[in-house]
């Protein structure tokens, strides 16, 4: 499987940018995308949670109602989208998609299984939010 995000950059405060992640090569449809973000000296944050077989999600208590998670299938290839909304500067950081392929159950499930058990990761793109 590979990942590769886009759409990172620079943002004003309460901007609206859209990250975006292309997944290839699965042959299991049961996966958890999420994105997680970090800052320099800051463990990895778990941001949004998306269950690719029926499309539930779930989100951090950071990202709730400012974040939405959605995917888009087409050509053996999902792209999962991150909108984020009323941006701060706290968002800061570099966001990392990344997937779970071993059997997902729901959104909130992927949210549970801890950063160090997901088995593929984006390259990462940066966002700067002043």
């Known amino acids: 499987v590979q990942l590769v995000e886009s759409g990172g950059g620079s943002a004003q405060a309460g901007g609206s940018p859209r990250l975006s992640c292309v997944a290839s090569?699965?042959?299991?449809?049961?996966?958890?995308m999420a994105w997680f973000r970090q800052t320099p000296g800051k463990e990895r944050e778990g941001v949004a949670y998306l269950y690719t077989l029926s499309g539930s999600t779930a989100y951090a208590d950071s990202a709730k109602g400012r974040f939405t998670m959605s995917q888009d299938s087409a050509d053996a290839k999902i792209t999962v989208n991150l909108e984020m909304e009323s941006l701060e500067p706290e968002d800061t950081a570099m966001y990392y998609c990344?997937?779970?392929?071993?059997?997902?159950?729901?959104?909130?499930?992927?949210?549970?299984?801890?950063?160090?058990?997901?088995?593929?990761w984006g390259q990462g793109t940066q966002v700067t939010v002043s």
């Open positions: 090569g699965y042959t299991d449809s049961r996966i958890c």
């Open positions: 990344a997937a779970y392929l071993r059997g997902a159950v729901s959104g909130a499930w992927c949210a549970d299984v801890p950063a160090r058990s997901y088995n593929v």
